[in-house]
C-alpha cells in the first residue's frame, strides 16, 4: 500500500537557522498537504500543493512539490521559537480514492 | 478554534471496558476523519465517515467502531480496552471527502489503567 515518509524525524535547530524537511510517497500524489501541531496541541492545516513542481511561499515558509509529485519539501528561513512542532504532510495518492496518508511528522526544536 | 469539537477532554478508564468519543464537524462540512495519536508518535488514520456513509478504513482494530449519524456528528467506540489503547483520538472533518483539508478537533486524551 502507500506509504509516506518523511525525514529527519527529529530536527535541533539554533534560532536563526534554516529548517528544512522532507517528504516521500511511495505512490505519485494527486496533491500534498502539509500540517503543523504544536506541543499540545492539534494538528493545523498550513497548505496544499496539487500542481507538479509546484512552489508555495508562506511568510518564512516554502513549500515545493516535486515534478514526479512523489516528494514534497517544507523550508522556513531564519527559525522562531514560534515554528517549534511536529510537521506532517498528508498526501492523497492518485489511485486512492481519497484517503489522505500522514506521514509521521518531523519534530522540530528551536534552541533560543 | 477549529470549529470541530470532540468530548471529553479527557478520559481515565480501566482495561475490558467500553468507551464512546464523540465529534462533531465544522458546520457544512460533510466528511469525518478518526485518528490515534500515541505517545511520540504519528497521525493513525483509523476510519473515515462521508455525510453518514463509511468512505476509507486504516488500521482500524476490530474492538473499535465508528459511526456517523444524520446530523452528521460521529462517534468512535472502543471496546475491550487494552493499555495499548492509551492515545490521544483526533476526529477532523473536511467540506467532502477528495483530499481538501481537514480541521482537526482539540482530541480526546484517553488513558487505560
Known amino acids: 500500500g502507500q506509504q509516506v515518509m518523511q525525514i529527519p524525524q527529529y530536527q535541533h535547530v539554533q534560532e536563526g537557522e534554516d529548517f528544512t524537511t522532507y517528504c516521500n510517497s511511495s505512490t505519485t500524489l494527486s496533491n500534498i498537504q502539509w500540517y503543523k501541531q504544536r506541543p499540545g496541541g492539534h494538528p493545523v492545516f498550513l497548505i496544499q500543493l496539487v500542481k507538479s513542481g509546484e512552489v508555495k511561499k508562506q511568510k518564512r515558509l516554502t513549500f515545493q512539490f516535486g515534478e514526479a509529485k512523489k516528494n514534497s519539501s517544507l523550508h522556513i528561513t531564519a527559525t522562531q521559537t514560534t515554528d517549534v512542532g511536529t510537521y506532517f504532510c498528508a498526501g492523497l495518492a492518485e489511485t486512492s480514492y481519497d484517503k489522505v496518508i500522514f506521514g509521521p511528522g518531523t519534530s522540530l526544536s528551536v534552541i533560543p | 478554534d477549529s470549529g470541530v469539537t470532540q468530548t471529553p477532554k479527557h478520559l481515565i478508564t480501566a482495561t475490558g471496558q467500553r468507551v464512546t468519543l464523540r465529534c462533531s464537524p465544522r458546520?457544512?462540512?460533510?466528511?469525518v476523519y478518526w485518528y490515534q495519536q500515541s505517545l511520540d508518535q504519528g497521525l493513525q488514520f483509523l476510519i473515515q465517515?462521508?455525510?453518514?456513509?463509511?468512505?476509507a478504513k486504516g488500521n482500524i482494530l476490530e474492538r473499535f467502531s465508528a459511526q456517523q449519524f444524520p446530523d452528521l456528528h460521529s462517534e468512535l467506540n472502543l471496546s475491550s480496552l487494552e493499555l495499548g489503547d492509551s492515545a490521544l483520538y483526533f476526529c477532523?472533518?473536511?467540506?467532502?471527502?477528495?483530499?481538501?483539508?481537514?480541521?482537526f478537533g482539540p482530541g480526546t486524551r484517553l488513558t487505560v489503567l
Open positions: 477532523a472533518s473536511s467540506i467532502t471527502g477528495d483530499g481538501y483539508e481537514q480541521f
Open positions: 458546520s457544512g462540512d460533510l466528511s
Open positions: 465517515y462521508y455525510n453518514g456513509e463509511e468512505r
